[in-house]
C-alpha cells in the first residue's frame, strides 16, 4: 500500500460502516485520482459498497463528452457510474449557480447512512481561503471547506484536505491515468482560476510552504468557529422558551435574553440559529437586525433577508419563509365541516367538537369585519384582535367562519366566537415555515 492510499483509508476509518461510499466523480485530476485509490483499497479491505456519480451541468460543448469517459473509467474499475442532468439558472455569478445546482442534486441523492466523498485537496482549501479573505469573510467564512459536514440525510467528506496538488498529480502519473480538462478552468475572468493560475504561483514562488501554512490557518479558524457555535448554542437556549402560541409552529425566539447580550453576541446568536434556514446576511445588511430590535413596542418590523423574513413581534423575533411570504385571499365554500377543509397555501381547518349548521364558508380578513359576541354586542374585529395580542404576520391569514355573512368564529381564538355555549371550536392547523432549512 503507498502512502497515500494509507492516509486516505485513515482518514475513512471512522466512516467504514456507512451504507455507502459515493464519489463526486468530475472526470477531471483529483476526483480521478480519488476514485483510483477508493476502487484499489476496496480489493484488500473490506469498505462500504463503492460507486460514482457524474453532474452534467450542460454549460459547454465539450461536457457532454465527459459522461463517456467517466463511463469508460469505472468500468473499468468495476465501479458502477450514476450520470445526473442539472439545470444551472441564469444569474450574476455562474460559478456560484452550478455549484448550488451541483450540491443540490447531491444532496437529495444522499440518504440516511450515506456518505459523499469529493476531491478537494490541500491547494483548494488555500486557494478557498484567499478568496474569501479578499471578500471580506468572517471567521465562519475563513474556516474554509470542513472535512465533513451534513449533505441531504447523510454526509460529505472531503478526505484529501491534507493532500497538496502535486501528490494527486504524482500518483496519476505513476498509474498512467487519463483525465478530462475543463476549458474552463483556464479562463482567468473566473476568480478562483485568477487566484490558481495568477497569484497562487507568486506566492508559492516567494513562500513554498504557502500552501500548507494557509490550510493550517484555515483549521485553526475552525476551530474557532466551533468556540463560537459553542457560545451560540448557550445563548440561544436562554432565548428559545416557548411562546403564548404553542399552535404557531414557527421558529421563533424570545427577545429579552437576545437584548441583554452585546451586539457580537447578538450577531453571533443569530448568525447561528439563521444558518438554518438559508444565506446569512453580509456585515452591511445587518444594520437591519438593529432596526428590528431597537423599534419600539407599537412597531412591527420586518427585516428581510435572501431566504425569509425576520419579525417582531409579541415579544419574540420570528422567521418566516415559503408560504408565509405569500398573501392569501378569497371565499372557500366549507360543503362537509365534518371534514378537514385544506386551505390553500394556508394550512387546514377543522372543528373537533360542535358543527355549526347552514351554509358556512372561510374567509380572510379585508378590514372592517364585526363580530357579535356574547355580552359585549358588536365589536371591530381589528379591536379584538389587539386585545388578544395574536402577531401582526398572523392576522391577514387567519381563517375567519362564516355562516352567509354573518361571521362566527374566528380560527384558533375561542374566546372570538358568536355562540353563547362557549364558541365554536374552529381549528387551524397553519403552515410550517419550511422553506431554506440548510
Same mark, same amino acid.
Given at each position: ?8 483509508? +485513515? ?16 472526470? /477531471? ?14 480489493? +484488500? ?32 474499475? /468495476? ?72 449533505? /441531504? ?22 498509474? !498512467? ?11 482567468? !475572468? ?7 493560475? !495568477? ?72 448568525? +447561528? ?15 437591519? $437586525? ?28 420570528? $422567521?418566516?419563509? /415559503? ?34 349548521? @347552514?351554509?358556512?364558508? =372561510? ?6 369585519? =364585526? ?63 419550511? !422553506? @431554506?432549512?440548510?
Amino acid at each position: 500500500m503507498n502512502a497515500l492510499s494509507a492516509k486516505l483509508l +485513515h482518514s475513512l476509518a471512522p466512516w467504514r460502516d456507512s451504507r455507502s461510499w459515493r464519489v463526486a466523480f468530475s472526470g /477531471g485530476l483529483d476526483s480521478t485520482v480519488l476514485l483510483h485509490l477508493l476502487a484499489g483499497l476496496a480489493q +484488500h479491505h473490506r469498505l462500504p459498497p463503492l460507486s460514482a456519480v457524474h453532474i452534467h451541468h450542460g454549460l459547454q460543448a465539450a461536457a457532454d463528452a465527459w459522461p463517456e469517459h467517466c463511463q469508460a473509467f469505472c468500468d473499468a474499475l /468495476g465501479v458502477p457510474l450514476q450520470v445526473l442532468r442539472v439545470q444551472v439558472p441564469a444569474g450574476a455569478s455562474l460559478e456560484r449557480a452550478a455549484r448550488e445546482a451541483r450540491y443540490g442534486a447531491f444532496a437529495r441523492l444522499t440518504a440516511s447512512g450515506e456518505v459523499l466523498l469529493t476531491a478537494q485537496h490541500r491547494d483548494d482549501q488555500a486557494e478557498t481561503l484567499l478568496f474569501r479573505l479578499l471578500r471580506g469573510a468572517g471567521v465562519r467564512g475563513l474556516s474554509a471547506m470542513p472535512s465533513e459536514r451534513p449533505l /441531504g440525510d447523510g454526509q460529505l467528506l472531503r478526505p484529501l484536505l491534507d493532500v497538496s496538488r502535486a501528490e494527486l498529480q504524482c500518483y496519476a502519473a505513476e498509474h !498512467q491515468l487519463s483525465w478530462v480538462e475543463d476549458p474552463s478552468n483556464a479562463d482567468h !475572468q473566473y476568480s478562483r482560476n485568477y487566484l490558481r493560475h !495568477q497569484v497562487m504561483p507568486a506566492i508559492t514562488a516567494r513562500w513554498p510552504q504557502a500552501a500548507l501554512s494557509m490550510s493550517r490557518s484555515a483549521a485553526h479558524l475552525n476551530e474557532a468557529q466551533g468556540l463560537l457555535d459553542e457560545l451560540a448554542i448557550m445563548d440561544l437556549d436562554a432565548a428559545r422558551g416557548a411562546s403564548v402560541w404553542p399552535w404557531l409552529d414557527l421558529p421563533s425566539l424570545a427577545l429579552a435574553p437576545l437584548q441583554s447580550l452585546s451586539g457580537a453576541r447578538q450577531r453571533n446568536a443569530l448568525s +447561528h440559529w439563521l444558518s438554518r434556514f438559508g444565506r446569512l446576511p453580509d456585515t452591511d445588511h445587518w444594520r437591519g $437586525w438593529d432596526s428590528l430590535r431597537d423599534a419600539g413596542a407599537e412597531g412591527r418590523p420586518v427585516w428581510r433577508l435572501a431566504d425569509g423574513e425576520l419579525h417582531r413581534a409579541a415579544g419574540r423575533v420570528w $422567521w418566516l419563509s /415559503g408560504s408565509w411570504l405569500q398573501p392569501v385571499d378569497g371565499r372557500l365554500q366549507w360543503l362537509d365541516p365534518q371534514k378537514p377543509l385544506h386551505l390553500p397555501g394556508n394550512g387546514q381547518v377543522s372543528f373537533p367538537g360542535p358543527v355549526p349548521t @347552514g351554509s358556512l364558508h =372561510i374567509r380572510y380578513r379585508q378590514g372592517g369585519e =364585526i363580530m357579535h359576541l356574547a355580552g359585549r354586542g358588536h365589536r371591530d374585529l381589528k379591536r379584538l384582535l389587539n386585545e388578544s395580542g395574536l402577531p401582526g404576520f398572523v392576522r391577514g391569514r387567519l381563517p375567519l367562519l362564516y355562516q352567509d355573512d354573518r361571521l362566527l368564529a374566528v380560527a384558533n381564538l375561542p374566546a372570538l366566537a358568536t355562540n353563547p355555549q362557549g364558541g365554536w371550536p374552529l381549528q387551524w392547523l397553519p403552515p410550517t415555515s419550511d !422553506q @431554506g432549512l440548510s
